[in-house]
Each structure stands twice: as C-alpha cells, then as structure tokens.
C-alpha cells in the first residue's frame, strides 16, 4: 500500500482538485483508491457526492479501531472509495496529540487499511499542524501543489527548513505547480526556472481553469466530466510522472 498526502502550508493552492483528480485516476489504473478527506471543510467529500460525516466523529476514529472502516464510503467510481470528511477534525490535533504519538497514532489508523487498498491518498487541511507533521512521517510521497508566486514558493523554504532540522527525508516530497496563468510573467518566469526549488518539482503544471471551479458544479473530478480538456491532460500528465517515481523506488 502507498500513501500520498497531498499538502501545503499555504491554503487556496488546488490542493483538495489535485487530491480528487489523483486519486480518480489512481482507481482508472484498477488500483483499489481510498481518498481520506482530513480537511474539516470537508471539499473533496463535497465533490464526490458524499455526505461528510463520521461516526463517532474524530473522537471515535482515533479510539475505535472499527471505526475507519465502518466509516468508509463508494464514490460513483469503480475501485474508487472515500473516508468523509467531518468538521469534527479539527478536534484532530488536539485528539493526536493525547495520544502520545500522533505519528504513529495516524500510521495505525492506515495500517488498518493496508489489505484493502493499493493506494491511499490524503487530502489534508493548511498550516504547521500536529496532523501535518505526523502526516509528514507516515506518507510514502508528500505532494505539494504550488501557485507560482514569490508567497507560495516561500511555504516550500519554510517546508525545507522544517524537513532539514527533522532529518526528515526530502526525496519523498514531490512539489508541482498550480493554477498556473501563463499570462502572467511572474507564473511564466517561476515554472520555467530550473533553479532555487527546494524540493524536487515535477515537469507537469495544472493550469488555472474555470474547468476546474465547475468540479463544485458538477461535483466530478474534472477527469471524469471533461476528459479531453486541458486541465484534465495536466492531471493525467502528473499523475504518469508521481506514478513513474513510485515505481522507480
């Protein structure tokens, strides 16, 4: 079983549409997917069609050990299942940190999951959070999507900085850029720049796109309703290059 969080310091980058469009097309591989929503706001349960609840709310997934499973939803999509979101999480740091271990805390919960799927991805919420940092120990890659702009670029100094004083192991983070508007040169100079990334940064680039908005619309990953389109390519693009990397290892 592989684990991808996908993560930013920074809110607003794309980071819950890069989760969705992942993990749909994780399932079109015919491996068995799970998108855990961790984000209290709950947007990736949104745009599956699922009502974000769970039982026992964060409480009882962090002491039930039926819970997680219980808990777990089908999507519209063949080999493609959800954990909801809740907005009891954000009672998550608080709950992982009586734990103990949040670490390891977290890793149990995903251990519970190992037989059943093949790929797991984590759509989690913003910020320096106790759940970020146990999220950075237990995931196999750490995705980062990254809007190209000097604010943005500096939650990944902030990231590596963090990373460095850990000895944490930085060849599991895989950065890429995100609404992406060509237009603009500030975008244009950042994702032609070959230099001053701190982490490695994958080749393709999701555009911004009013396509991707409607995903709240249509409440599809915009792989599913609009196949053929731009952004939907870029998805498909990153998702060969993540994949390539994980068979690489």
């Known amino acids: 079983m592989s684990v991808f ?3 930013n310091i920074k809110g607003g980058v794309g980071k819950t549409a890069a989760a969705v469009n992942l993990a749909y097309l994780s399932s079109l591989d015919g491996s068995r997917t799970l998108l855990w929503d961790l984000d209290p706001q709950s947007s990736a349960t949104f745009y599956l069609r699922v009502k974000p609840k769970i039982k026992g709310g964060s409480r009882g997934l962090i002491s039930d050990r039926k819970c997680i499973g219980s808990s777990i939803k089908g ?3 063949e080999n493609f299942d959800l954990l909801p979101g809740a907005f009891s999480y954000r009672k998550l740091d608080r709950l992982l940190l009586d734990s103990g271990d949040p670490a ?3 890793a149990r919960l995903l251990k519970q999951l190992a037989g059943e799927y093949d790929r797991i991805f984590l759509d989690t919420s913003p910020g320096m959070t106790v759940l970020a940092e146990a999220l950075f120990k237990v995931s196999d890659t ?3 999507p990254t809007i190209p702009t000097t604010l ?3 939650t990944l100094d902030q990231l590596q900085k963090y990373y460095r004083k850990r000895s944490l192991d930085r060849s599991s983070v895989l950065g890429f850029f995100s609404m992406v508007d060509r237009r603009k ?4 100079s950042l994702c032609d720049s070959s230099t001053k990334k701190p982490f490695r940064f994958l080749n393709a680039c999701i555009p911004f796109s009013s396509l991707v908005e409607q995903m709240g619309l249509h409440r599809n990953p915009v792989c599913s309703f609009a196949a053929s389109s731009k952004p939907s390519r870029a998805f498909k693009e990153l998702w060969e290059e993540i994949r390539g ?4 290892r």
């Open 104 to 106: 390891k805390s977290l």
């Open 142 to 144: 750490l995705l980062v």
């Open 75 to 77: 999507t519209d999509f």
């Open 5 to 7: 969080s996908v993560y």
């Open 185 to 188: 040169k500030l975008h244009r």
């Open 245 to 248: 990397i994980g068979e690489d």
């Open 152 to 154: 943005s670029m500096r």
